[in-house]
């Protein structure tokens, strides 16, 4: 609970409980906002269209948008707001994709540089919280690590935990051990399956755009090789997340365009689980130039997420990227997700993420709370768990 002491200046709810505004009256506001016509389609369940989803970039009106999302977000989820008991392992910093915008990234004899052994990431499990249901399991891109070592880091967090869920590898991640594995796709992941692999996150991806990838991060796979091999892991029955890397040199119709694609995969696959907008922190990186996106752009970017992904039942307020009371203000933005206790995170924090490095079960239920919300703790498929006795009466 220390880590929330320093909010506790927060009144006890900040959240709209209800639309107080008539349709004709959401609809003149959206009219002056440059989002003409938006409400109604939003409230009629229409599909939005990329025109509008830039439109919704542009607008200053970003209390609109909130309204909008909040409205949806309550239609398919009430109060109900997931979280799970979690644990991070990023086996390795070691990477050859040298990209612009990664402060974890390092190569072997760099200070700070580290490569896990299976034998360190059993006992990295066994020394995790005893309560955490899921591991997520990502890093960097190094082809002399073998094939192997990718099953054996399976097999080895589940000696250290058997009964945890592993969701680990980016798509960058599954294109390297594939290469690797020298074997068709479905060969490689039923393999992956076998050694513990149980689903996968969503990043890896950045923006979909050639340009942004040519300038920041040309090294790494292409935009329609991420989406190729979705389509391929949904196919094998995997289940996984997408993210939307925002903030760096991407123009807001490449945010559109990225947002699209993701919509399109999951009309065909229904296998992404959520998404998860990430916030571009540029410290101690080549980009740390550009700003860190304001408190209302973050929330902007969490609307459209529920306002545009309309496939997509859950959207997540990552509280480790988007700051505790950011988060908590997501929640009535559209988000009905806000990860986890998230413990032993390296990625984000190596690029300056200043929130704490760890949250309690209490810590959440604290957050959620006072956001006007139920907390409901959830496994990684989204199935609701019981709430331990403990925090019935916090």
């Known amino acids: 609970m220390n880590a929330l002491r320093k909010f506790e200046h927060r009144p006890r709810t900040v959240r709209i409980r209800q639309m107080h505004l008539s349709l004709n009256a959401l609809e003149n506001r959206a009219i002056a906002a440059g989002l003409a016509g938006i409400p109604s389609h939003v409230l009629a369940g229409d599909r939005l269209s990329t025109e509008q989803c830039l439109a919704m970039y542009q607008t200053d009106d970003v209390p609109l948008l909130g309204v909008l999302a909040n409205e949806m977000r309550n239609r398919r989820h009430g109060d109900t707001t997931f979280y799970n008991v979690n644990t991070h392992v990023n086996y390795t910093n070691w990477c050859n994709q040298f990209c612009d915008f990664c402060a974890f990234q390092r190569r072997p004899g760099d200070d700070g540089a580290y490569c896990m052994s299976p034998e360190q990431v059993e006992q990295e499990l066994r020394n995790a919280n005893p309560e955490a249901t899921e591991v997520h399991m990502v890093a960097g891109v190094w082809p002399a690590l073998g094939y192997e070592y990718f099953l054996d880091i399976l097999r080895a967090a589940k000696r250290g935990r058997p009964n945890i869920h592993i969701k680990a590898f980016t798509m960058v991640e599954i294109d390297l051990i594939v290469k690797l594995a020298k074997k068709p796709l479905p060969d490689?992941?039923?393999?992956?399956?076998?050694?513990?692999?149980?689903?996968?996150?969503?990043?890896?991806?950045?923006?979909?755009?050639?340009?942004?990838?040519?300038?920041?991060?040309?090294?790494?796979?292409?935009s329609k090789r991420w989406i190729e091999l979705a389509h391929q892991v949904h196919g094998e029955g995997f289940r996984t997340n997408a993210t939307m890397l925002y903030g760096m040199i991407e123009t807001l119709e490449e945010r559109v365009d990225h947002l699209n694609k993701l919509r399109e995969i999951q009309d065909v696959t229904a296998g992404f689980q959520t998404y998860i907008?990430?916030?571009?922190?540029?410290?101690?990186?080549?980009?740390?130039?550009?700003?860190?996106?304001?408190?209302?752009?973050?929330?902007?970017a969490i609307a459209i997420g529920r306002l545009f992904l309309d496939n997509f039942a859950h959207i997540k307020a990552y509280w480790v990227m988007l700051g505790l009371p950011v988060a908590q203000m997501a929640l009535n933005f559209g988000a009905n997700d806000i990860d986890g206790t998230v413990s032993q995170e390296k990625v984000y924090h190596d690029a300056g993420a200043a929130t704490p490095q760890a949250l309690s079960r209490a810590g959440l239920h604290q957050l959620i709370r006072e956001a006007g919300r139920d907390p409901v703790e959830r496994n990684t498929l989204y199935q609701a768990l019981p709430t331990p006795e403990s925090e019935l009466a916090v």
């Open 277 to 300: 907008p990430l916030a571009f922190h540029p410290k101690n990186t080549k980009l740390e130039h550009l700003p860190f996106a304001s408190p209302m752009e973050r929330l902007r």
């Open 188 to 222: 490689v992941m039923a393999e992956l399956r076998e050694a513990g692999l149980d689903s996968m996150p969503g990043g890896g991806a950045e923006v979909f755009s050639e340009r942004v990838r040519a300038e920041l991060y040309p090294k790494k796979m292409s």
